[in-house]
């Protein structure tokens, strides 16, 4: 059965909110989401200055997974991505990598047509749909939708694309699934705060898995394999996103780990997912050709 939600919207992944939905572990939702402004800004005269900044990265949800209980994993399956034909990108003073050479803020409202951002009148970018926060409830405190971490939320993964298969660890009953963000376009470590936010809405297959356990997300796609981690600096993102790359190679391969650190080191990538958030979130990619998955041996 198809299940859709529109208009349930959470500020913070959080065991206390309400599920907005109900559903058995194999269902597919429809979520609509806003983008990341909560649709506030609408036309040229909009003021940023006037935004609500309480009403910044809504996510669409919680959906509550029937069976999913702390310690399980949540295999979140993006099926489709749909966006709207308008994106918003902002800067401003004091945000993002080149914020100190910034004044004010800015925001820029852009057509979406055919395919491509019409950023001006000679330049166009392809999109590439993907969503910047995705994830489960934590265990224990509220986490605002702007952070990432351990259950996913900010993580603002350009991998993060129809196709690509989600793990999540479950550390609450049902997990309490959601889902915002949506951008038609964003360079690794989103250097500017924003991508090209849209909203829009996405086709997600939710599944519990029992007898796998995470630490932290995991995503898969044709042809990779990738842990996924945050941290205050990005140094130590790159280095648990490694580790729990190499944790889960070591037992899948069966080799020790010298050998597992030569195959990261020859043909793994430690790449930069955002550099912008409260923390900063890394990414460790492996071709599945070295093993096809990490997270059951087959
Ligand atoms: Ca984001
Ligand atoms: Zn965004």
Redesign the pocket.
């Given at each position: 059965m198809d299940h859709k939600i529109s208009g349930k919207h959470i500020f913070a992944f959080s065991k206390d909110n309400a599920p907005a939905l109900v559903v058995q572990s194999g269902a597919s939702v429809e979520m609509e989401t806003l983008?990341?402004f909560a649709n506030q800004l609408q036309s040229v005269d909009d003021r940023l200055e006037a935004l609500d900044w309480e009403r910044i990265?809504p996510a669409t949800g919680p959906v509550y997974i029937e069976g999913a209980v702390p310690g399980d994993v949540l295999k979140v399956t993006v099926e489709r991505i749909r966006i709207s034909d308008r994106g918003i990108m902002s800067v401003g003073k004091g945000m993002g990598v080149l914020g100190d050479m910034l004044d004010g803020l800015k925001f820029k409202l852009m057509p979406i047509q055919d395919g491509f951002v019409q950023f001006n009148s000679e330049i166009s970018l392809p999109v590439t749909p993907m969503i910047?926060?995705i994830g489960v409830a934590p265990e224990a405190k509220a986490i605002g939708c702007g952070t990432p971490g351990p259950h996913g939320g900010?993580m603002?993964n350009q991998m993060v694309t129809a196709g690509a298969i989600l793990y999540f660890p479950v550390f609450v009953e049902g997990a309490l699934f959601a889902i915002g963000?949506?951008?038609a376009a964003?360079g690794d470590g989103?250097i500017g705060v924003?991508?090209v936010?849209v909203s829009g809405n996405a086709r997600v297959k939710l599944e519990v898995l029992k007898g796998v356990s995470l630490k932290n997300p995991v995503l898969e796609n044709t042809d990779y394999f990738t842990t996924i981690a945050s941290a205050k600096r990005l140094e130590d993102a790159v280095k648990q996103a490694a580790l729990d790359m190499a944790g889960l190679l070591a037992d899948r391969l069966c080799l020790p780990l010298s050998e597992v650190v030569m195959l990261m080191s020859a043909v793994g990538n430690a790449q930069i997912c955002q550099i912008v958030d409260p923390l900063m979130t890394a990414r460790f990619v492996m071709p599945k050709y070295v093993a096809n998955n990490i997270l059951y041996k087959e």
């Open positions: 983008d990341c990265n910047g926060v900010n603002d963000d949506l951008h964003m989103e924003t991508g936010e």
